[in-house]
Every structure is written in C-alpha cells, then in structure tokens.
C-alpha cells in the first residue's frame, strides 16, 4: 500500500529490549551527587516514611552533608567511560545485540539519573520498536528496585498517545542460567587466587527489616539465591548484607559486622555480590575498598573481592538465555 504523501513517516516494527538498572549521578561531584540522591531518595517505594517527616529530613540534612562524602566515593571507582555501573549496563546492551540479529534493538537506562527511561522508550519507538521487553537488571524482585521501575514505565506510558506492547523480565533469582552463570563466575574468580579463602561470603543489598513483614519477598529469594549457589558449588556460602542507612533495623547479618567477625577469627575471605548485575559503588567501593579496609583492621587474613557478571561470558550467555524466553512468540 502507498502512504498518502503527508502520512508522518513510520519505522518498519521491530522488537526493543530495554535493560534498566538502578542509576548513577553524572559526575563524581558534590552537586551531580545531590540531584541523584534527591531523586532517588524522594522515591516512596525506596524510602517508605510519610513524605512531611521526610522531605525536611532529606532536604535538611542528608542532602547537605551526604553528597560530598558520596563524592569522593565515586571518585575512588569512577572510570574514564563514566560511573562503572552505567559503563558496565551499557556494555551489557552493545553485547546482546549480535545475539539476535536486526530484528531486535536494544538500549540501556537507570530508573535514576540519565540515560533515563522515559527518553530511551522514545527512542525504541521511534526506531520502530512496537514490542518492548523492559528488563530490570535484579535477580531478587525488591519493591524498592523492581517495582519502582514498572512505576516509572508506567508513568511515562500515560504520556503517549501510541504506546507499545509490553513485557517485563522476572526475577531470576532461582532460574538455572543465572546459578550456572554465577557458578562459573565465582569458580574463575576462586581459581584465580593465589589462596584458598575460608569463608566464602556472599553480599546482598540490604532493606529495612520491616519490608520483609510488609511481604517484600526480597529476602526470601537472597538466601535462595545463596542456598542454590552453595548446593552448585558443593561448598558453604554465608549470607550477608550490606549498604545500612538510617537508624530502622536492616536484614541481617550485616555485612559489615561479619567481615570484622571472621577478620578477628584470623580467617581468610573472598566476597562477591550475586545481587548486583553489574559492579557499581556498593561493591568496587563498599565492598573492595572499604570492606578490605573492616576487615584487615580486625585481623583478618587475606582477602579478596570477586567481580559481578558485568558483561563478561557467563553473564552474557545467562542474559540471551532470559531474553529468548521471554520474547518467545515475538521473534
């Protein structure tokens, strides 16, 4: 059929995948840090107190004293691509592509900071990407990280007029792929020490206590996580977990505290973080510095950070496994 000659130009379709992790400021700045952190702690799935006691909080104290120790923690991981995490998220989409061919376009945003979702839905459409598979970058489904992604999709959907077909990828916390590929992950990083560690220990993001009771099922899929991996591997895997903030009780046991626990006992440590789809500040920083840092202070032997799946081999072949399968039917 021809178009009429004043008929608005219309891509031929396609299928979009759209990864989406949790964000990043645009410089490891006081100020780039503020307006992350205003955004991403005004979210109400991410900080579940009456917004009239919390606003004053956050604009009050956090966001002038916060920034610029959260700076200088960027500064210590930032790299010559940008923040590692926003680096490694977009790597993870240039990889996915050659794996399907022209029918599919793939593009990387954070639920916070830039590049942001709303703009890269845009662009999917207006490439011709009719059907979207929004994939959320947390194997453990969290209120605070997955779901406020469907919100933000949502809330930008109401703002077109023609709005794609949708899907989302689930949590794969227990999918075989994503134990394979954390298995071969930590196996590599394991034998390419030059100790045996004692304890293996594995670090999740932490949430206050109470989303457990409130039926967040976040914790319940860490430990299965972890319970699976140590069945895998055929060895034990403690759990912990990290990043604490605020004076509410967090899940527990923090990871902090466990690594001054086995630091004082003189053991030797090797710590990954099966949560994080991509290394970021939480764990090139929290973890590989500062937690080397905890650890030593108390004693400890030697340690060892392992690298996330990033967009290394197992991470990569884990990820065409869970998007094939979510968009049967629509290559």
């Given at each position: 059929m021809t178009l009429p000659p004043n008929h608005p130009p219309v891509a031929a379709p396609r299928i979009g995948v759209l990864l989406v992790n949790l964000g990043t400021p645009d410089a490891p700045d006081a100020p780039s840090v503020r307006r992350y952190l205003a955004e991403f702690l005004s979210d109400r799935r991410v900080v579940e107190i009456p917004q009239i006691l919390w606003q004053p909080i956050l604009r009050g104290i956090i966001l002038t004293t916060r920034p610029k120790k959260s700076a200088h923690a960027y500064a210590q991981v930032w790299t010559e691509n940008g923040s590692p995490l926003a680096a490694i998220t977009h790597?993870?989409?240039e990889a996915l592509p050659p794996l399907f061919g022209d029918a599919v376009q793939v593009a990387y945003?954070?639920?916070y900071g830039k590049p942001a979702i709303g703009p890269a839905i845009d662009a999917l459409m207006a490439a011709g990407c009719q059907r979207i598979l929004i994939a959320p970058m947390y194997p453990q489904y969290c209120a605070a990280t997955t779901a406020t992604v469907v919100d933000a999709v949502g809330e930008h959907l109401k703002t077109l007029r023609w709005q794609p077909a949708l899907r989302y990828l689930p949590p794969y916390h227990d999918d075989a792929a994503y134990i394979g590929a954390l298995k071969a992950s930590v196996d590599a990083g394991l034998a390419a020490l030059d100790f045996t560690p004692d304890v293996l220990l594995a670090?999740?993001?932490?949430?206050?206590?109470r989303t457990l009771?409130?039926?967040?099922?976040?914790?319940?899929?860490?430990?299965?996580?972890a319970r699976l991996l140590s069945e895998a591997m055929g060895r034990p895997i403690e759990v912990a977990f990290q990043s604490r903030f605020g004076r509410a009780k967090w899940?527990?046991?923090a990871t902090d505290t466990q690594l001054e626990t086995f630091g004082r006992a003189g053991q030797s440590v090797a710590i990954f973080a099966p949560g994080f789809s991509a290394d970021c500040l939480e764990t090139l920083e929290e973890l590989a510095i500062r937690g080397k840092e905890q650890f030593e202070a108390a004693g400890g032997g030697r340690f060892a950070y392992l690298p996330c799946l990033n967009a290394d081999t197992p991470g990569m072949a884990m990820l065409e496994t869970l998007m094939r399968r979510e968009l049967a039917g629509w290559l």
């Open positions: 790597a993870q989409s945003a954070m639920r670090s999740f993001h932490g949430m206050p206590e009771h409130l039926g967040d099922p976040y914790h319940c899929q860490c430990r299965k996580t899940l527990e046991p």
